[in-house]
């Protein structure tokens, strides 16, 4: 995600003046023998768990009805007796416990708040009725008690019936006069790993989301006025008529292969602008008198330099929505979401940087995931330093440092000052900041300036293999900080456990 693009003025009479003077289009190309991925329909083997969804969207009562199947494996050598899935709608619930920090309520709520949750009908595994319970901040943790032991390498089939009601909200989730956003929207399975169950509840700050890849078929029956924009490839979609209240329904299809989330956009207004690079999809969903040419541009110069940099984009689609959505920019699996008022400006500078970040998190968080709640930096700080990258890529040396100054360290500075504690370090989870400004700063900013003193220590063709090396070998995984430093270690034969203490903890 990316808070700090619109909140941020400061620095760009600069960009401006650098990107005004008709700098060409060039690409860096890397003499390195590029990462492959398995084609798309082989990515299956990449999941761990496989989730079949069938909703229908009830606009007047601004209501989803769900059927939802999921396929859980157990891929840890101890045997489960209960199975936990996250509720991320149920933290919209009570307008006093809602996940925004109070200075944002009245961007959140525009119209003022109403409820939004998911209502839990009926739980089954193997078909019989499952005892289930719910806990957790606000109801946001579901824990199913399994009829028998779940033992390693097994795998159990777990129902749900439920409904899930759309608040007035331009976030992640809910609706406003444009779009309809259903990020975070189902039950998705809590991660287990060496720390154990991940519980964590909807925090203000930051992406307070842990997932496992899987593999989704998501039929999504909608009024036949909405353009979808989603995770995942539309296989195809058929108009019926709804003899039951009387109009006519679109029902889309769609395949999601090893993504670590679902996630889709409706609007009846949507223009859709579409192109492809290397065989890949290009989506941009946007309205009347907006930016679609650059935010087109931006997505395909993205994929592109990305996948030179890092390793081939392994999904067959990438979509760039235009949409109520008051924090900036999020990222999910093959969709970005952006801020519909910031792809109306005349200027196409926040524009392109904030597309150029949620492009980045492709690579860092889709095909590479990490605990961004405890380790929030692992892909934020990374992600900011790849957004450096694309500009030294495509525009020079030169616009490269100016970006890194403006948009980077003069940001690190200004939240320096800030600080009230003078606590700088880097390796802190979500909830011990303070407030996203502080977060911004430290984890995206500062962050992304020890990424740029590693390339200067190790050199650019060794930042660029460290970064390939890790793809490769981390791929549909969750990595945690040692990975990154064995990695480092690896391909430059020394040990960089000193800089990296430095930068992320002596703050």
């Not at 801020?339 to 196409?348: A, C, K, L, W």
Request: aromatic content about 14%.
């Amino acid at each position: 995600m990316l808070k700090k693009g619109i909140l941020r003025s400061v620095g760009l009479l600069l960009i401006i003046i650098v990107l005004g003077l008709g700098i060409t289009h060039t690409y860096s190309r890397l003499n390195e023998s590029k990462i492959e991925f398995r084609a798309e329909d082989e990515l299956s083997h990449y999941a761990i768990h496989n989730y079949k969804i069938d909703a229908r969207f009830m606009e007047e009562e601004k209501l989803l009805e769900v059927k939802q199947q999921v396929k859980y494996k157990n891929t840890h050598n101890l045997e489960f007796e209960s199975i936990y899935f996250h509720l991320y709608p149920n933290a919209f619930k009570e307008k006093e416990k809602v996940p925004f920090l109070k200075e944002e309520l009245e961007h959140a709520y525009p119209k003022g708040f109403q409820s939004g949750y998911i209502d839990i009908e009926e739980v089954l595994i193997e078909g019989k009725k499952a005892n289930f319970e719910l806990g957790g901040l606000n109801n946001t943790i579901m824990s199913i008690k399994l009829s028998e032991v779940l033992k390693p390498n097994e795998e159990v089939l777990i129902s749900f019936k439920y409904k899930v009601r759309i608040p007035p909200i331009s976030s992640r989730f809910g609706y406003g006069e444009n779009t309809y956003n259903l990020g975070n929207w189902y039950p998705i399975a809590a991660v287990y790993d060496s720390k154990g169950w991940n519980l964590d509840p909807y925090y203000e700050i930051g992406d307070p989301f842990y997932s496992e890849v899987g593999n989704y078929e998501v039929t999504l029956r909608l009024p036949e006025e909405y353009e979808l924009a989603t995770t995942g490839n539309i296989l195809y979609r058929d108009k019926v008529q709804k003899e039951d209240v009387g109009y006519k329904e679109q029902i889309w299809n769609v395949e999601a292969k090893a993504v670590r989330d679902f996630a889709w956009v409706i609007s009846k207004n949507f223009i859709l602008k579409n192109d492809s690079i290397n065989g890949i999809d290009i989506n941009v969903y946007y309205f009347k008198n907006q930016q679609g040419n650059k935010a087109l541009e931006a997505a395909k110069d993205s994929i592109k330099i990305f996948s030179e940099l890092f390793g081939e984009y392994p999904y067959g689609q990438f979509s760039v929505v235009s949409c109520d959505f008051f924090i900036g920019g999020m990222e999910y699996p093959n969709l970005v979401y952006i801020d519909h008022n910031i792809f109306s400006r005349d200027s196409t500078l926040i524009l392109e940087y904030i597309i150029v970040h949620e492009t980045a998190h492709q690579w860092w968080y889709g095909i590479i995931g990490n605990d961004q709640v405890n380790e929030p930096w692992i892909d934020e700080a990374l992600t900011e330093y790849s957004t450096i990258l694309y500009y030294r890529e495509k525009y020079g040396e030169d616009t490269m440092m100016s970006m890194l100054k403006s948009m980077v360290v003069d940001d690190y500075v200004r939240t320096k000052e800030e600080l009230e504690d003078k606590d700088e370090s880097i390796a802190k989870g979500i909830d011990e900041f303070k407030d996203n400004r502080e977060y911004s700063g430290i984890v995206y900013s500062k962050g992304a300036m020890m990424f740029y003193e590693l390339e200067r220590e190790v050199g650019r063709e060794n930042f660029i293999k460290i970064l390939q090396y890790y793809m490769s070998e981390n791929k549909f995984t969750n990595v945690t900080e040692k990975d990154i430093k064995n990695i480092t270690k690896a391909v430059t034969g020394e040990d960089y456990q000193e800089f990296f203490d430095q930068w992320l903890r002596d703050g």
